[in-house]
């Protein structure tokens, strides 16, 4: 069977860990192109949501879930088995040292750094196969100019770009509201 893209935030299990959007994780995805044998790393990983859908789009293939919180790796756990989802290995640690020892990624997703941005890029570009994806999603400014900085300099990747903005319809009463997400830029970077 094959996962369709986009499950609801609603039904992951939640804490007080930052968790990718359904909208922002649909592009990031598609950008990561994941195919059914890939190996992927989920720097950053949160509540899990895109290790999660990762590792549906990947049945046959393994995804690492990093995340240096002890309450994100838990979550991550709880959503594996809520979701029913085996093939993912969860390391609870701070990248890029947690980058060691791992084989290489097909894809690689960058979704927090913990301020070591051009030190986690530098392992990453290390554990990328040749025609590999790497994708960032960026909230703040610095974070987007870094990346870009970093991996257009890199001859061996073509990168692009993109800032999302998603207003979501909240109903408030008998109206309808308009609520805006956070904007996030995602860099694709295909090596």
Not at 146 to 157: G, H, R, S
């Amino acid at each position: 069977m094959t996962h369709n893209l986009g499950i609801p935030d609603n039904q992951f299990i939640r804490g007080d860990i930052p968790m990718t959007k359904e909208e922002i994780r649909i592009v990031t995805l598609a950008k990561a192109r994941i195919s059914a044998t890939d190996t992927i790393i989920d720097i950053g990983a949160g509540t899990g949501s895109l290790s999660i859908e990762a590792a549906l789009l990947a049945k046959q293939g393994k995804v690492v879930a990093i995340e240096r919180e002890a309450e994100g790796a838990e979550l991550i756990r709880a959503n594996a088995a809520k979701f029913k989802v085996d093939n993912i290995d969860i390391i609870q640690g701070a990248a890029p040292e947690a980058l060691n020892g791992l084989a290489a990624a097909d894809v690689i997703l960058i979704g927090g750094s913990g301020g070591k941005l051009p030190e986690i890029l530098e392992s990453a570009d290390k554990l990328l196969k040749p025609g590999g994806r790497l994708v960032v999603t960026a909230v703040t400014v610095e974070t987007l100019a870094t990346a870009l900085t970093i991996m257009k300099q890199k001859k061996e990747y073509n990168v692009d770009a993109c800032c999302l903005q998603v207003t979501r319809i909240q109903a408030i009463g008998s109206s309808n509201m308009f609520k805006a997400l956070n904007p996030i830029y995602i860099i694709a970077c295909n090596k």
